[in-house]
């Protein structure tokens, strides 16, 4: 079970980090990843990260701004989300999968996503 929190308001500029807890599992073995979802919008990918933390990868629209780390061992990955904007506004979820390929396309295990709300 993959548990998201950290989500919130934030005014545009402002920072958020998110965290995502792995219960039932040890993340150790997957690549995690975070995707996120606007209303009315298909759900799209953020970044990912190796299982041995190296190698991160970002979306375009987050680079620069967002950093994904890992602790494994405390079983959770991180979010750090700088210079947040309004169009950053979403749900925000987190992935594991055993697949480098997967992980950013369609993870097998996801969260139930925290909501992160930017005013501008």
């Known amino acids: 079970q993959l548990v998201e929190s950290g989500g919130g308001l934030v005014q545009g500029g402002g920072s958020l980090r998110l965290s995502c807890a792995a219960s039932g599992r040890t993340i150790s073995n997957y690549h995690m990843g975070w995707f996120r979802q606007a209303p009315g919008k298909e759900r799209e990918f953020v970044a990912r990260?190796?299982?041995?933390?190296?190698?991160?990868y970002y979306a375009d629209s987050v680079k620069g701004r967002f950093t994904i780390s890992r602790d494994n061992a405390k079983n959770t990955v991180y979010l750090q989300m700088n210079s947040l904007k309004p169009e950053d506004t979403a749900v925000y979820y987190c992935a594991a999968d055993t697949s480098l390929i997967r992980i950013s396309r369609a993870p097998d295990y996801w969260g139930q996503g925290t909501q992160v709300t930017v005013s501008s």
């Open positions: 990260i190796m299982w041995s933390g190296s190698n991160p």
